[in-house]
């Protein structure tokens, strides 16, 4: 397998992709390069393909769910790679024009996140998504982020059209994301690919949450590994969806006490690692039995 960078010169990888594994992975809460020494290139091409099936299942669950749109909107997870110096490491996403359902671990490049060079894959991503993505990674006051995920998911862009789009603590699903959002009402032009400035910016907007209502735009949501991210994105979804459809019968929204609110939250927070990765572990068995060879 070649490597074409973007300087024009092309490097062959030692060992291609690695082998699928023969188990099943799973996905795991953090990234496992940040949790041990990897020395040897073996180890850096397992969590590299690791984390491209992750990733790979997140684009085709998203198009699942039809929360895509178009060709456009992009993820991506962070990965350490044999193409950069030290223990810095890539952003992997796809490259840009390939449908969602078609998404597998081989179509995904990789961007140095320090250079912003193209190192793995010879395609370019989406247009806005290198600028949106380098510029969250660098200027989000969150702490392990290392997954980002956008699309223009129906219903969050609905209430994001609104002048007050805030979620409204009128549902179980609700509670998830108290004070765990982030409004951005400020919609520039869009990001390009000269400049990071509109990814420093929404970094900045998105502070320390793990989402981010884009007015006018989309969602944004974050996390620590793929399946936190992927949760999220998919529950808030739900949280506008439930939202939009009580505000159409025109009758008043009739909201949770702050007490039950709190405490609702709080149940749901605490578990929330174990359904996020039981969520994306049946996602992922059930993409499996309906593409039989995706992760291949």
Same mark, same amino acid.
């Given at each position: ?93 796809? *490259?840009?024009?390939?449908?969602? &359902? ?7 490049? !990789?961007?140095? /996140?320090?250079?912003? @060079? ?69 919609? *520039?032009?869009?990001?390009?690919? &000269? ?7 929404? !970094?900045?907007? /998105?502070?320390?949450? @793990? ?86």
């Amino acid at each position: 397998m070649l490597v074409t960078l973007r300087r024009g010169k092309t490097s062959k990888l030692t060992h291609n992709l690695p082998k699928r594994p023969q188990q099943r992975f799973k996905a795991t809460t953090t990234l496992d390069i940040q949790n041990k020494s990897v020395n040897n290139e073996e180890e850096i091409w397992k969590e590299n393909w690791k984390r491209r099936c992750e990733l790979a299942t997140a684009y085709r669950g998203l198009a699942k769910y039809n929360m895509h749109e178009g060709v456009c909107n992009h993820l991506s997870v962070k990965t350490p790679s044999l193409h950069t110096k030290g223990e810095r490491q890539l952003m992997l996403t796809a *490259p840009y024009g390939i449908y969602w &359902t078609e998404v597998t671990p081989r179509h995904l490049v !990789g961007v140095d /996140l320090e250079t912003g @060079e193209l190192v793995e894959g010879k395609e370019p991503p989406e247009i806005t998504a290198q600028s949106i993505h380098m510029g969250i990674y660098a200027h989000a006051r969150k702490k392990e982020i290392n997954c980002i995920m956008h699309t223009h998911a129906m219903y969050t862009s609905i209430l994001g059209t609104l002048q007050d789009p805030g979620i409204q603590m009128i549902h179980q699903t609700s509670t998830r994301f108290l004070n765990n959002v982030s409004y951005d009402q400020d919609f *520039p032009l869009m990001a390009n690919q &000269t400049s990071n400035q509109e990814g420093e910016r929404l !970094g900045r907007v /998105l502070g320390n949450k @793990e989402v981010l209502m884009m007015g006018h735009h989309g969602l944004a949501t974050v996390g620590k590994s793929v399946a936190m991210a992927f949760d999220l994105h998919y529950y808030f979804e739900k949280a506008a969806e439930i939202q939009v459809k009580a505000l159409q019968t025109g009758q008043p929204l009739k909201l949770l006490s702050t007490e039950i609110a709190i405490d609702t939250h709080a149940q749901m927070v605490d578990c929330q690692e174990f359904t996020a990765h039981a969520h994306f572990d049946a996602l992922q068995k059930t993409l499996e039995r309906e593409y039989p060879s995706f992760l291949a």
